[in-house]
């Protein structure tokens, strides 16, 4: 039998987050977020300090004109689910428009970012292998450039396809979750 023990759960300036190791149940509008003015809000269910071993998971909350990245490829398998509203992906330079409960899954290496569409705002569950390396690569992509979503110069080092943003900022549950 079992014994994995309850994960205590502590409030940060972004919500609650685990402090420990071990399973634990927390709504996503009392979950840590982040938010960045141009790249949209996340509910995050890591701290900073306890993270999934195995895949990260999140909830992307994008206004329309927002993309949640900068257009990527990288080593781990990446799969999304729209929860509610519309979105663009951007996926190997073809442009494809998404409505709730739409799927897409990513092998690794396939480029890729989403950018909020439609009149209102766009949830998507975002699930993603940790990746066993540093493979991570920022293509030139016109399209991606196009939605303000592309680098200008190819580059495998996050710092530099995320320069000209400001970081984001924890706070509180904004409002982004529909009620269901």
């Known amino acids: ?40 809000s996340a509910v995050v269910f890591e701290s900073h ?40 992906v951007l996926i190997e330079g073809e442009e494809r428009r998404l409505r709730q409960w739409d799927f897409v899954h990513c092998p690794s290496w396939t480029e890729h ?16 292998a940790r990746n066993a390396g540093d493979g991570l690569l920022y293509p030139v992509n016109e399209l991606a450039r196009s939605h303000d979503a592309g680098v200008e110069v190819e580059t495998p080092d996050g710092d530099v396809a995320y320069a000209r943003f400001s970081p984001v900022v924890e706070g509180p549950y904004r409002g982004d979750l529909p009620e269901m």
């Open 1 to 40: 039998m079992s014994n994995v023990p309850e994960a205590p759960m502590e409030e940060g300036p972004g919500g609650k987050a685990p402090a420990g190791e071990g399973w634990f149940v927390v709504n996503a509008r009392e979950s840590r977020w982040v938010h960045h003015d141009e790249l949209g």
């Open 49 to 88: 300090d306890h993270h999934f071993p195995h895949y990260g998971v999140n909830i992307q909350v994008l206004q329309p004109g927002q993309p949640n990245c900068m257009y990527h490829g990288e080593e781990g398998q990446e799969d999304f689910l729209v929860l509610w509203g519309e979105c663009l």
């Open 113 to 128: 970012v989403f950018v909020g569409a439609g009149d209102g705002p766009c949830g998507i569950l975002m699930i993603g």
